[in-house]
Structures are given as structure tokens and as C-alpha cells.
């Protein structure tokens, strides 16, 4: 999607925080909020917000209104870029604490086309590797490992590169110039995607113990605690904070196993909603030291919400 322009942000955000609105509503909302415009450039502004499928006419006549199109707030719109340009202080938070509501409350992830579109990508590819010898399907996958391993680690401030990551991976030679555990912290990946391959099926439905496994495997000779999370954290650059009391994280994380195995039906909904669950909403998982290991402040329970996103990707797949 194409970003908006200004005008057609304020009418979005006017009709989402109305509910509703008409055409003579938008056009004076505008002129209020110093975007001023004319009948016919308010309209076309209304189109391409339909266009774009964000909001929906209704109506018919004088009495014809918009209102915002999505079947689940995790699919409104959001314009990152303007939201970061704001300091931490005037970023809106919908809560500044967990929100246990959440579970009663979040609908369909994946719209029905977008959940079309992404299990007959699944099933062109699972039919195209049919096709393919064992040989070149395992250099495929020696190929997933080494950028996986790459990708997440230097999410978390890794400073190996591709080519560093492939040699380390393939012939266990480590980089100079680089900490050890850099390189305990690559291998590490490695270990969770071998031990997640060898038991995919283990992965289609969550528990909370499958969930610390892997995180122990991320964290293993890393100086970091295995296990729930005890004690109080905080995140750079937002006014949340997440539970910090061990009973309600634990409380958490098993709502979020009951709703991922329980209300999800697909595999795709499952393995995004564990991912923002684990890794940004409840970080429930012991944090990190690696602020000054690696130069920044990031947390393993990000990994692991992503690794266990792979994890139940693949398991759903035989190949």
C-alpha cells in the first residue's frame, strides 16, 4: 500500500475516531485542522481511501457516510514512520499496561483474501519441491539456516555478516574481530532451527514448556537465565511497561497458549500471534545482558517469538 498523504490521514483518523462521518463532517474537519479543501478534493481523497480498501461508503443520496474497513484492529491502518517521528512521550498507547482483554478482543488476523493468498503461495511451493532431488532441497535449507541465523542475530546487534555467518555455520570457524558470543549466539540459532525441523510436528500446538525450550536453546552459554521472567523491565522509546509480577506473566502465557491453539484455525494467524505476544507484548521470557555485549539493550524474547513463528510455519509442511 502506497503511503497516504496528509489529507487523506486526517480523514482516515476522522472517521476512525467518529465511527462515522459524512461528506460536509470531513470537509470542515479539514479546514479545522489547517488541511483545507475543496469539495471535489475531498472527495477524491475519500476515493483513494476506498480504493485502497481502508474505508467503505454507506448510504445513498445526502444521507451517504464513510466508515473505516478492516475486520480486526490488527489490520488498521498505522503510518509507522509518522508515529516515530513523535518523541516517546507524545506517542499514543492504547494501554500502558498488558491487556488482558486482549484475548476476548482480536478477531480475525488475516483478512479472507490475504489468508487465500498466503496458502496457495504454501501450496505452489509445497508442489514445486515435490519436484526437486533430496540433494538441492537440503542445500535450500543449509541456505534458510545460515541467513535465518544471520537476520535475527544482528536484529539483536550481531556483527557478523552473511559471509561471516555462512563460514561460522559451515566450517566453524569464527570471524576475528568479533566477541565470542557472537559467535555462541549464531550456533545457537543453528541448534533451534536443527531442533525444530527434526520435530515439526511437535510445534502445531504450543506449551509453555515447548516455548522455553527453545529459548533455552537461544540463550544456552549466553549468561542468561532460562525460564519465565522475575523481576521488572522496561522498553527504550515507549511509555509501556510490560507485568512484572511472575504469577501474571505466567497467567499470560498460558492465555496466549489456550488462544493460539484453541481460537486460531491457521497456521498463519498462529505463528504472528505468537510472535507479537512473546516478543513484544507479554516479554515474559528472562531478558538479556547484551546492552553491553552487542551495543544495544535488545532482549532474547524476541528471538524466541520469532523462532517459535518458524516453527509453527513448519510444522504444518512436510518436506
Same mark, same amino acid.
Given at each position: 500500500?502506497?503511503?497516504? /498523504?496528509?489529507? %487523506?490521514?486526517?480523514?482516515? +483518523?476522522?472517521?476512525?475516531?467518529?465511527?462515522?462521518?459524512?461528506?460536509?463532517?470531513?470537509?470542515?474537519?479539514?479546514?479545522?485542522?489547517?488541511?483545507?479543501?475543496?469539495?471535489?478534493? /475531498?472527495?477524491?481523497?475519500?476515493?483513494? &481511501?476506498? +480504493?485502497?480498501?481502508?474505508?467503505?461508503?454507506?448510504?445513498?443520496?445526502?444521507?451517504?457516510?464513510?466508515? %473505516? #474497513?478492516?475486520?480486526?484492529? $490488527?489490520?488498521?491502518?498505522?503510518?509507522? +514512520?509518522?508515529?516515530?517521528?513523535?518523541?516517546?512521550?507524545?506517542?499514543?498507547?492504547?494501554?500502558?499496561?498488558?491487556?488482558?482483554?486482549?484475548?476476548?478482543?482480536?478477531?480475525?488476523? !488475516?483478512?479472507?483474501?490475504?489468508?487465500?493468498?498466503?496458502?496457495? &503461495?504454501?501450496?505452489?511451493?509445497?508442489?514445486?519441491? @515435490?519436484?526437486?532431488?533430496?540433494?538441492?532441497?537440503?542445500? %535450500? $535449507?543449509?541456505? &534458510?539456516?545460515?541467513?535465518?541465523?544471520? @537476520?535475527?542475530? *544482528?536484529? +539483536?546487534?550481531?556483527?557478523?555478516?552473511?559471509?561471516?555467518?555462512?563460514?561460522?555455520?559451515?566450517?566453524? @570457524?569464527?570471524?576475528?574481530?568479533?566477541?565470542?558470543?557472537?559467535?555462541?549466539?549464531?550456533?545457537?540459532?543453528?541448534?533451534?532451527?536443527?531442533?525444530?525441523?527434526?520435530?515439526?510436528?511437535? !510445534? *502445531?500446538?504450543?506449551?509453555?514448556?515447548?516455548?522455553?525450550?527453545?529459548?533455552?536453546?537461544?540463550?544456552?552459554?549466553?549468561?542468561?537465565? @532460562?525460564?519465565?521472567?522475575? #523481576?521488572?523491565?522496561?522498553?527504550?522509546? /515507549?511509555?509501556?511497561?510490560?507485568?512484572?509480577?511472575?504469577?501474571?506473566?505466567? %497467567?499470560?502465557?498460558?492465555?496466549?497458549?489456550?488462544?493460539?491453539?484453541?481460537?486460531? /484455525?491457521? *497456521?498463519?494467524?498462529?505463528?504472528?500471534?505468537?510472535? &507479537?505476544?512473546?516478543?513484544?507484548?507479554?516479554?515474559?521470557?528472562?531478558?538479556? =545482558?547484551?546492552?553491553?555485549?552487542? #551495543?544495544?539493550?535488545?532482549?532474547?524474547?524476541? *528471538?524466541?517469538?520469532?523462532?517459535?513463528?518458524?516453527?509453527? =510455519? !513448519?510444522?504444518?509442511?512436510?518436506?
Amino acid at each position: 500500500m502506497e503511503k497516504l /498523504t496528509e489529507r %487523506e490521514l486526517k480523514v482516515l +483518523e476522522f472517521i476512525r475516531k467518529n465511527k462515522r462521518a459524512g461528506n460536509a463532517e470531513i470537509t470542515n474537519y479539514l479546514a479545522s485542522a489547517s488541511v483545507g479543501a475543496s469539495r471535489i478534493t /475531498t472527495i477524491r481523497s475519500i476515493n483513494s &481511501l476506498i +480504493e485502497a480498501g481502508l474505508i467503505e461508503r454507506k448510504g445513498g443520496g445526502r444521507g451517504v457516510y464513510y466508515e %473505516e #474497513k478492516s475486520v480486526s484492529s $490488527f489490520l488498521l491502518y498505522f503510518d509507522a +514512520e509518522e508515529y516515530f517521528k513523535k518523541s516517546p512521550d507524545e506517542r499514543s498507547v492504547a494501554f500502558e499496561r498488558f491487556n488482558f482483554g486482549i484475548f476476548d478482543n482480536v478477531g480475525e488476523i !488475516f483478512s479472507e483474501n490475504e489468508l487465500k493468498e498466503l496458502i496457495d &503461495l504454501n501450496d505452489n511451493y509445497a508442489e514445486r519441491i @515435490k519436484k526437486l532431488p533430496p540433494s538441492i532441497i537440503k542445500k %535450500e $535449507f543449509e541456505r &534458510l539456516t545460515v541467513e535465518l541465523s544471520w @537476520k535475527s542475530s *544482528q536484529i +539483536e546487534g550481531n556483527t557478523y555478516s552473511l559471509i561471516d555467518t555462512e563460514i561460522l555455520i559451515k566450517e566453524n @570457524k569464527e570471524a576475528e574481530g568479533h566477541k565470542k558470543e557472537e559467535a555462541v549466539m549464531i550456533l545457537n540459532h543453528k541448534k533451534a532451527l536443527d531442533y525444530i525441523l527434526r520435530n515439526k510436528n511437535y !510445534f *502445531q500446538n504450543l506449551t509453555l514448556r515447548k516455548i522455553e525450550d527453545v529459548h533455552g536453546i537461544i540463550v544456552d552459554g549466553l549468561s542468561v537465565a @532460562k525460564g519465565l521472567r522475575k #523481576k521488572a523491565v522496561g522498553i527504550t522509546g /515507549t511509555k509501556y511497561r510490560p507485568l512484572d509480577n511472575e504469577y501474571q506473566i505466567k %497467567e499470560a502465557m498460558e492465555k496466549m497458549i489456550d488462544f493460539a491453539n484453541n481460537k486460531l /484455525t491457521d *497456521q498463519f494467524s498462529k505463528a504472528i500471534f505468537t510472535m &507479537l505476544m512473546i516478543g513484544n507484548v507479554i516479554m515474559s521470557l528472562r531478558m538479556s =545482558c547484551w546492552g553491553t555485549m552487542f #551495543k544495544t539493550g535488545k532482549s532474547t524474547p524476541k *528471538q524466541a517469538g520469532r523462532w517459535h513463528s518458524n516453527a509453527t =510455519c !513448519f510444522s504444518f509442511y512436510n518436506f
